[in-house]
């Protein structure tokens, strides 16, 4: 089955939104009982751990963890943003640094200036963009950023859009003082669907349609440790408390380029096999035997392939052990194992 499917359904109690490319899952977003990357507190700064180079800050729904101490004293009020979803046993990761993401637009109001997508690179299409931007900010001192999914759409619902962030970004950087309280929620998977999912697809929002277009079926499949590599090779992706290890076998491949052949493979698939598990932190890959001098055509297809997906990863390098090493943002959430 070609093309691009957006399904918006329920996933055992939970919202759950998935995409589906040429009939494979290609994306999974689950609702949490954490609070969802994207919601804002007003909070109270506690007490700075310089061991870790941060500060504990109170919530109206907890403790978090801020990476910042230069100019908080304990007891001072502050905005924060959640960042990410915390490790077990963890308080939720936030930042100062508070975006305002829409379809179209982000507002950023730490960091003045109009910008625009680097992947619209149509010039006449970007003088456009940029005059609207100035025409709907107006003498704003908050920056904006114009997102790459505007290069498809009206100019009327960019301008709603803009004008829907730069209000809300004005509304809550002017409401820092007072007593802990949340004052933006995060996306919920639908919402965050029809945020990033942004090119064309058919969407369909029926009750029961992860069942009925084998969504189900797809993540039971990735419940499991064995993930199948083009060309019989396979993977075993396997959470950890410390980190997710991933282990690259030819299968029955027992020629020369088998390990190369499996290697390469898990380079091209392994940004979708995270995703859809929700996998992410430090990540360390065993990769099937191959010469040194392959190394470097690996790591181009890694990097290639992890330029592409929307979650932001850090590519760190090769251990002394001949691993190669990942750091993952945590935006999604992991999917339980198949018991």
């Known amino acids: 089955m070609k093309g691009r499917t957006i399904l918006l359904d329920m996933f055992e109690g939970r919202e759950a939104a998935a995409l589906v490319v040429d009939g494979q ?5 689950i609702a949490s009982d954490a609070p969802a ?8 700064a506690d007490r700075p751990v310089k061991g870790q180079g941060g500060m504990f800050v109170t919530t109206s729904e907890g403790p978090a963890f801020l990476r910042q101490t230069k100019g908080l004293a304990p007891g001072a009020p502050l905005l924060v943003q959640v960042s990410g979803y915390a ?10 640094r508070l975006l305002f993401k829409s379809r179209y637009a982000i507002a950023t109001p730490d960091a003045p200036g109009l910008n625009i997508s680097r992947q619209i690179r149509d010039d006449d299409l970007r003088d456009e963009l940029q005059g609207l931007a100035r025409e709907v900010m107006g003498d ?18 960019i301008a709603e859009d803009v004008t829907r962030m730069a209000e809300l970004a004005l509304a809550v950087m002017g409401d820092a003082e007072g007593d802990p309280e949340k004052l933006v929620d995060g996306d919920t998977p639908h919402t965050l669907a029809w945020r990033e999912w942004t090119d064309a697809a058919d969407v369909v929002t029926d009750t029961g349609c992860f ?9 039971d499949a990735a419940r499991q440790a064995h993930h199948p590599l083009p060309g019989g090779g396979h993977l075993f ?9 991933v282990d690259v076998n030819t299968g029955r491949d027992t020629s020369l380029a088998a390990g190369h052949k499996a290697n390469m493979a898990c380079a091209r698939v392994l940004p979708r096999a995270l995703r859809v598990r929700g996998l992410s932190g430090q990540i360390t890959l065993d990769l099937a035997p191959m010469a040194k001098k392959e190394r470097r055509g690996f790591e181009t297809a890694l990097r290639a392939t992890f330029r592409a997906d ?24 992991p999917l339980p194992a198949a018991r």
Not at 37 to 44: L, V
Not at 142 to 157: E, T
């Open 25 to 29: 899952l290609d994306d999974l977003l």
């Open 37 to 44: 990357p994207g919601t804002i507190y007003r909070a109270r």
């Open 87 to 96: 490790e077990p046993g963890k308080a939720m990761p936030v930042t100062t």
């Open 140 to 157: 704003s001192d908050h920056g904006l950023i114009l997102r790459s999914s505007c290069a498809n759409a009206h100019p009327d619902d």
């Open 211 to 219: 069942e009925h277009q084998g969504v189900l079926d797809a993540i």
């Open 237 to 245: 992706i396997e959470p950890t408390r410390a980190l997710v290890a």
């Open 310 to 333: 929307p979650v932001e990863t850090a590519l760190a390098g090769w251990t002394p052990l001949g691993h190669y090493e990942l750091q993952r943002k945590r935006d999604r959430v």
